[in-house]
């Protein structure tokens, strides 16, 4: 192979600081910062422009209500009438995923300007599960006191497995927001991987020239409006994925089995 | 053999269980519409267990593509 650029698949998920420096406070605002915040105010926007509670609700509020309304029948499908109490938090996190997703798979860098999925970070994702396994903390202890710990036997249990089965189900159960944060950022990291290496191939094969280069070029193209298309349906489906666990979570601290 | 062949091997080798992971993500689907076109009427109140068995799936592949991660990029 002959020498030529590197491919650095990495750099794209590279927190750089964009005013100060990350040597001395941590408090630096930086790239994901700022795409938090534009995030942020998409969401905003959204939902500010659908909900003027019109009688005749026009296509925007009808928008806004589709999406209030999936996460709703969402929590009461799966926890119940006490499920509505959880709503905030689970449309939260599915507006947030889903904005973030979406927003990183945007082509800005034809402008110019620099993408960054903040929800490719595990800092992010992670605050998120360790919130939603802490509101299943608090909810299953507060409503069943030290009866919680009955999630960990199932109905039942032979006698002389007892201690085995109590140990896996506690791992079981402890492992929830470390697999619920890897899911979703991995899955952003490497659809993102996937498409750098794609179209660094693009580019390399119209630089190599000849026949078979832009040959190259030609079918890297092709598979990444494929994988794009997947991974917009990934974004979403990453949204719902991680707001049907929480929500399952929550069946478990307010239901118990 | 050195250090640096010996990881780009093993992230191959880790890449593996993306594959197999493929193929769970495949079966739950799979089988979800075998099952949905003979009782299209149960269909859509599965959806969520549909998305769960397919989340528990793929997030073993998910794993088995972070180790590869981990074995290629970790200093």
């Known amino acids: ?257 | 053999m050195d250090l640096a062949s010996a990881k780009v091997i093993g992230a191959g080798l880790a890449a593996i269980g993306v594959g197999a992971a493929a193929i769970g993500v495949g079966n739950v689907f799979g089988s979800f519409l075998e099952s949905a076109i003979r009782n299209p009427a149960a269909a859509d109140g599965q959806q969520g267990r549909l998305f769960i068995g397919f989340a528990a799936a793929e997030l073993l592949g998910l794993i088995a593509f972070a180790v590869a991660m981990i074995i290629l990029y970790a200093q």
């Open chain 1, 1 to 257: 192979m002959a020498a030529e650029s590197k491919i650095d698949p990495m750099h794209q998920f590279q927190i750089s600081p964009l005013a100060g420096n990350l040597d001395g406070s941590p408090f630096v605002f930086t790239n994901s910062a700022l795409w938090m915040l534009i995030v942020l105010a998409l969401i905003w926007a959204f939902m500010l422009g659908g909900m003027k509670r019109q009688l005749v609700p026009g296509r925007w509020q009808v928008a806004v209500e589709g999406v209030t309304g999936f996460v709703t029948s969402m929590l009461e499908t799966n926890v119940g009438p006490q499920g509505r109490k959880y709503v905030p938090w689970v449309f939260t996190v599915f507006m947030f995923i889903l904005f973030a997703n979406l927003l990183g798979m945007m082509p800005f860098a034809i402008v110019g300007a620099h993408p960054f999925t903040v929800t490719s970070q595990f800092t992010v994702t992670g605050v998120m599960a360790i919130i939603s396994f802490g509101i299943v903390l608090v909810v299953g202890f507060w409503k069943h006191g030290f009866h919680f710990f009955s999630l960990f036997i199932p109905h039942g249990t032979p006698k002389v497995l007892l201690p085995l089965i109590f140990l896996i189900e506690l791992l079981s159960f402890l492992v929830r927001p470390f697999s619920l944060a890897l899911r979703l950022f991995v899955a952003m990291i490497a659809g993102h991987i996937l498409v750098e290496v794609f179209g660094s191939f693009v580019v390399s094969g119209i630089n190599a020239g000849g026949v078979m280069g832009p040959a190259v070029s030609l079918l890297s193209f092709v598979f990444i409006i494929g994988v794009m298309a997947l991974e917009l349906l990934v974004c979403a489906i990453q949204a719902y994925v991680f707001a049907l666990l929480t929500s399952l979570y929550i069946n478990d601290a307010v239901n118990l089995h």
